[in-house]
């Protein structure tokens, strides 16, 4: 065949992360069998559904068999019910420049993240390292020109913006709390990127999939520092807050303020979802609306407060043994420095040899990730603390 392909393609590792660790673990049963193997690896939930949201999309299913409450294609942006549902979040959270017509409901913010630059041109982009491997992928898929704000030990894995003046207009990525090193930003943290981001131009791509795990006084949106609503858009996701990640729904906010060149970026991504996208299922939007309010959201609350659990678990052993870790407090993850100068994968070998652990080595997450090492606390409190127990005696 003659055709072209887009050859950036190229440009991204051949495998994703975490294809990769399930091939090398899925090897390492076939080697070991009957091995007991302690999942620490992707940030999947395991918890079920909670019975309220189940119950919701239930009665969603049993209106589809119903000829006069039967839907065709959902709405292209989302249920009424369900954007006026995240508005309410965001107000109850002190973000009321957050309005329903600027939500847009989607089947999680993966897709989303690795959308948006679909509707954005040649410019610079700047992501944090280490780093979620989507917002890298899917930009040098595109060809685009990516630069790293590094995250270390010494910013406690909180990058702060690029100084120096003739700074292009760029697209910023930042995740807070953040995957994968569990760090949060302050108020004066996030403010700096929003002022960088006025300063230059530029735009923010804000990940917010995380924010129901702060329970510190930290920012949980974006749009809580003010100015935000001019130069960034939110992304979010029912996946770890609802336990949505096998039944898919997230969301991204698009202020109606943002323009570029006189262009509004609303306009652009309504456009390219109208397309691209034909929404998210009744069904599942139905679960979606009933984890934000009510019964719902306090049992997705005591669902997360498991995992927190889990975390601070962890956090207590690291801390014990004089470990550098960032995370664990509000955030499912750890992010932790291997001991003994070890490199991430040699870490990553040697925890799943000697205790059946399965994590992410740094090194997946960008150069700044070598040396260290990330756990996710949302397994089991028994496997926690059966890991725990193998991690005091490193
Ligand atoms: C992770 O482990 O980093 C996440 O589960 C990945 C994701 O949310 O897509």
Known sequence: ??????????????????????????????????REIIRMGIGDVTLPLPASVASAMEDAAKQM???????????EYGYDFLRNAIADHYKAIGAACVTPDTVYVSDGAKSDLGNFPDILGDNPVI????????????????????????????????PEPPSG???????????????????VYSR?????????????????????????????????????IPGAESCAVEISSFSKFAGFTGVRCGWTVVPDAIEANGIKLSKFWARRQATKFNGVSYVTQAGAAASL?????????????YYKRNAKVLAEV?????????????SPYIWLECPDNMGGWDFFDSILNRFGIVGTPGEGFGTNGTGFFRLTAFGSYENTLKACEYFKSL
């Open 1 to 34: 065949m003659n055709i072209k392909l887009n050859e950036h393609f190229l440009d991204v590792k051949e495998t994703y992360l975490f294809s990769d660790i399930a091939k090398r673990v899925k090897k390492f049963q076939e080697e070991n069998p009957g």
């Open 65 to 75: 068999a119903v000829k006069e409450s039967f839907r065709g294609y959902p709405p």
């Open 127 to 158: 992501v944090p390292d280490p780093v979620y491997p989507v917002y890298v992928d899917s930009n040098l898929m595109n060809g685009r020109k990516i630069s790293f704000a590094g995250g270390t030990k010494e910013n406690g894995f909180l």
């Open 165 to 183: 003046t003739d700074i292009e207009p760029s697209v910023i990525y930042i995740c807070s709390p953040n995957n994968p090193t569990g760090a």
């Open 188 to 224: 004066e943290g996030l403010k700096a990127w929003v002022d960088f981001a006025i300063k230059t131009g530029s735009l923010i791509i804000f990940d917010a999939a995380y924010e129901a795990f702060i329970s510190e006084d930290k920012p949980h949106t974006i749009y809580e």
């Open 293 to 305: 309010s009510g019964k719902g959201l306090e049992d997705c609350m005591a669902n997360i407060a």
């Open 318 to 330: 690291f801390s014990e043994k004089g470990i550098y870790f960032t995370g664990g407090v509000n």
